[in-house]
Each structure stands twice: as C-alpha cells, then as structure tokens.
C-alpha cells in the first residue's frame, strides 16, 4: 500500500507539472497574439516586464528603425533605462514622448510585445499665477499607433469638475484655457485622460500654485463720522509656502477717475517675512504692528467724511498683478438749527453718505420708540435724507442694503430746559413789545414831523401874505 500510495503521488506530481506547463504555454502562447498597452507620462517612469524567467532581451521597435536592447550594452532609448530583477524587467526613467513606441520581450520563439502610450501635461508660468490669471494646459501624446482622439476631463483642488476652454484640438497636441483663478483653487488637480479604442483611462495629477487674496475681488465696508476703522486684506502665501519675493502696495482715491495717493508699499521675502514702509504723511493713518499673520492692514483711528473712498491693496509677482479693493462708505449726521429742539419748534436732521449705493440700498431715519409717523425712507440712489421733527429723543439714521442694516447712525436730540423756555418766550414777548412800542414811537415821531411840517408852510404863507400887503400900501 505504501508503494501504491507513492505511485499515485508520483503520477500526481507529473500531471500537475505537466498541465501547469500546458497552462503557461496556453498562456504565453494567448500573451504572443496580443499587443499589450501600458501608458507613462513624461518625466515619469515605467516598468515593462516579460513573463517568464527565461533568456530574452528587450527591442523597441519604431517606424524609421529598430534596435535591440540587450542586458548587457547600451540602451537605444531617450530616457534612462535599465534591465533588472528576477524576470528581467525593463526599467525607464524620466520619460519623454519619443519613448512612445512597442517593445517586444522575446524568448525562445515566443514574442510578448507592448505598446508604450506617452503623454506630457505642461502648464504655463511653471504652475505659479496670481489670481485672476488663466492658465494655459497644453497635453501631448505620442504612440507608434493612430493617436486616438481624446476626451479631457479636470479636477480642482476641491474634487470639483472644471469645464476648459479648448483652443486647439488636435490629436497630438491640447490646448486648454482654464477660468480666472481664484485663491482657493490652489493646490493638486487632475486631469483625466481617457479613450474608447484604445482603451486608455490616465490620470495626471498636477499643482497650482495661486498667490492672492482669501478677500473678495471687491467689497464695501461702511463706518460712521469720528469712529475707529480696520481694513484688512488677507494673503495666503503662508497657507500655500510661496518660496519667493513679491511685492505690493496700498493706495487711496476718493472716486473712480480720482488721482491715487500711495499710502505705503511692502515687500514679502521668500522667508515669509513682511515688511511695510509708509509713503504718506498727509493722510491719517497707521499700520497696526501686532495682526493675525499673513495680513495686509490699515488703521484709520478716526474717520473722516473725506477719508471715503477706494482703498486698493495690489499685489506684484514678475510683472504681473493682482489686486483686492476695499469701498469705505461713511456717514454723517448734522442738524439745524443745532443745539436743543425748543417746545413748539422745529429741527432738520440730514443724513448723509459719502458715494453712490447700489440699487438696493436706501437710508431711513426713525425716532426710537416712535410711531410709524417717525419713520422716512430716502428714494432710489438718494445718498442724502432730510427730516424735520418736533419731537426730542433718540432719532437714528440707518443705511439698509437688502433689508440688512450695515450701519447706523444714533442722533440724540435734547429738549431744552423751561428756563430756556421762558426765556425764549421772554425774548420773543419782550422783543414783541418793543417792536410795537419802536412802531409807536416811529409813528409819533412821523405825525409830529408832519405838524411840524404844516405849521411851518402856513407860516411861511403868513410871511408873503403880509409882505405882498406892505408892497400894496406903499404903491399906494
């Protein structure tokens, strides 16, 4: 039994043998009618394999001439190359796209050959932009088959498809535009290559760099008369390690057309470290020197209706720029007559700001715990609103933009005092009474003259009446 049993193992082992040959014999003879397809991108490397630990050497072949490949000798490729390991893979280095081509594995009368797809992704200004900017990608691909038209998807930092603008498509060369970028798109995109026939799905992982502001391209920031404004722009050079100088400076017009005022410039070394230095000394102003990191920040320690305007904070990197503006809108209340509002007498109050509102921005003025009848509404692109009261107490200018108050002003309106009162009435009565008492005595004095004036005719009549008589007699 012993000796049948080692029989039957014997027999087994060469079945297994046997069938595990056949197999790979089916196997490599399957893998010699087929011409395998392997992608590599262009700077990168590939690793192509023979199946069988035998004696082989590798051969590329293309379409102007063929060389072969040994394990020992020199390497006919454009890229480093080499032929290692156990089954003698065949190694490639920093690829370019003239490696595109088929490479054969052979052994014995056995060939495996395998077609080697090249693609090369390159981005305009190395992959470094400021915001606002369009990049440009140009993909090239090279293969010793037809090229196969491709379809092109991308990826941003955030996982989100971006639709490019294709300028030339062309099978062997790409051109896309991307949008304005913006500072959140900085970081790893993909680009995804991908063909029906043949069958290619590639993806090509590439970064952006994108220097600028996390601040909107443009916002409005409102403030009163006499109080304490901050605006600040922040960067993101810390955030994505920008390891080289830029530039930038911070200026100041009143309106669109208006000449700039440079208020001071900075420079951000490679470091990261910024320094600022003030250029003007007309306007008033500070750089605060403790704010959060990364931070472009001017300091207005009182406002003034005048210091309204457009605050633009620029940023410079090889001759290209970026900016991020500021509109400060201020506002002011005044009153006439000033000073306490008398019983019985009438106030002005205006409200005023600097600039033109959108179209969704109105000012209203509203007496605290008043009536409806306390309130006003200033009319579309109206920037100035006036309102006479009779009422004292707390009244407030408010400036609404899509029912949200941005800012208020609070006015507090006095009542004057009751000896302010009868002093008023006094003056008025007092002034009343000599006003008709000067009104008597002009009118006195103007009949009195006008006796004096009569008497003084009818005695001047006496005179020639009595002289014409003495001339009579002494004709006589």
Not at 359 to 377: F, Q
């Amino acid at each position: 039994s012993v000796v049948q049993c080692t029989v039957i193992k014997t027999v087994l082992a060469v079945l297994h043998v046997t069938s595990w040959r056949t197999a790979t014999s089916g196997l490599i003879s399957s893998m010699a009618q087929q011409n395998l397809l392997q992608t590599g991108l262009a700077g990168g490397e590939v690793t192509l394999n023979c199946p069988e630990n035998t004696r082989e050497y590798w051969k590329k072949i293309s379409s102007l001439l063929t060389k072969t490949i040994f394990s020992k000798g020199p390497i006919a490729i454009s890229g480093e190359a080499e032929i290692k390991g156990e089954y003698k893979q065949l190694r490639v280095r920093k690829l370019n796209l003239s490696d595109a081509g088929i490479y054969t594995c052979q052994y014995g009368s056995h060939k495996v050959q395998t077609s080697l797809h090249v693609f090369k992704l390159t981005i305009s200004s190395d992959g470094h932009f400021l915001q606002n900017e369009v990049p440009e990608l140009i993909l090239m691909q090279n293969s010793s088959s037809p090229l196969p038209d491709l379809s092109i998807t991308l990826f941003n930092s955030n996982n989100n498809r971006v639709r490019p603008e294709l300028k030339n498509e062309m099978r062997q060369k790409y051109i896309m535009n991307l949008k304005n970028l913006e500072a959140t798109d900085n970081g790893t995109w993909v680009c995804q290559v991908h063909s029906d026939s043949p069958p290619i799905n590639q993806k090509i992982f590439f970064a952006l760099k994108v220097l600028g502001f996390q601040n909107p391209d443009s916002e409005r920031k409102y403030a009163t008369v006499d109080s304490t404004v901050i605006l600040s722009w922040h960067l993101n050079f810390q955030k994505i390690k920008w390891k080289e100088d830029f530039t930038g400076q911070l200026i100041w017009k009143q309106q669109e057309s208006a000449n700039t005022l440079q208020l001071f410039d900075f420079k951000v070394t490679a470091q990261g470290e910024l320094h600022e230095t003030k250029k003007s000394s007309n306007f008033l102003f500070e750089i605060p020197e403790r704010k959060p990191e990364s931070t472009i920040q001017v300091k207005l320690p009182k406002v003034h209706f005048n210091h309204s305007g457009q605050y633009q904070c620029q940023l410079a990197y090889q001759g290209r720029y970026t900016q991020s503006k500021i509109e400060l809108v201020v506002m002011k209340v005044s009153s006439d007559p000033a000073g306490p509002l008398s019983r019985g007498a009438n106030m002005t109050l205006t409200c005023q700001v600097s600039g033109q509102l959108p179209p969704n921005a109105y000012l209203r003025w509203e007496r605290v715990n008043g009536t409806k009848m306390d309130i006003k509404n200033s009319k579309q692109h109206e920037v100035k609103l006036e309102v006479n009261i009779s009422a004292a107490g707390l009244w407030s200018c408010h400036l609404i933009e899509d029912n949200d108050r941005k800012i208020s002003f609070h006015y507090h309106v006095e009542e004057a005092p009751v000896w302010i009162n009868y002093v008023i009435i006094g003056t008025s009565v007092g002034g009343g009474i000599l006003v008709f008492v000067l009104a008597c005595l002009c009118i006195i004095s103007s009949i009195k003259w006008k006796r004096r004036r009569q008497r003084a005719r009818r005695m001047a009549q006496g005179r020639q009446y009595l002289l014409e008589n003495k001339t009579c007699q002494c004709q006589q």
